[in-house]
């Protein structure tokens, strides 16, 4: 009998791991093992165009180290970020006898986890990291799409907001996540 696994769905950006430790609660309480999906920002991929419409007009007039600077500035060190990210993920995981495997992909949000979800049927519930569900990269339309189509339990995260001068923040022991969750 094959294991059901969860998805947890992020940005290949610096804050990968937000909500992390709520998908390995989460997984943990459903017996499940997660599987990581590390999924393209549209702004990012929007601007890997532009800078590499940019160098090569450089390189047109001649400029090839201006050109060659353009293009690697844009991966600086985030490949070295992440995968050290994801390295802590794993041994996070594994700590909390949870088995983890981490896959990217080249496409956005909706589209990643539609075609993920077609080629693997063992996925039992998605969830969305806060990082995925406030930005402004991911519409309410494109949510509300996603919802309806992928046929899974979708859970989505929220940082809670803090009025200053009241007491509605949270104590620094708690969670900053409020988990919210929405079925397909």
Do not use: W
């Amino acid at each position: 009998m094959n294991k059901r696994q969860l998805l947890f769905v992020t940005y290949q950006d610096e804050h990968l791991d937000e909500g992390f430790s709520y998908a390995i609660e989460l997984a943990k309480a459903m017996i499940e093992d997660i599987v990581l999906l590390l999924v393209q920002k549209k702004d990012t991929l929007q601007e890997k165009f532009e800078d590499l419409m940019v160098s090569v007009s450089f390189a047109e007039e001649g400029e090839h180290e201006t050109a060659l600077q353009i293009v690697s500035n844009g991966s600086r060190d985030l490949p070295a970020i992440i995968n050290s990210k994801v390295t802590e993920m794993v041994l996070a995981s594994s700590k909390a006898g949870v088995h983890m495997e981490a896959r990217n992909t080249d496409k956005d949000v909706v589209t990643g986890i539609r075609s993920f979800l077609k080629q693997h049927s063992g996925i039992d519930k998605v969830v969305l990291s806060p990082s995925v569900t406030e930005g402004e990269v991911l519409s309410t339309r494109d949510l509300n799409r996603l919802v309806r189509t992928a046929s899974r339990p979708i859970v989505t995260m929220t940082r809670q907001s803090c009025r200053p001068g009241k007491k509605v923040c949270p104590p620094a022991s708690e969670s900053p996540y409020r988990y919210e969750k929405e079925f397909a």
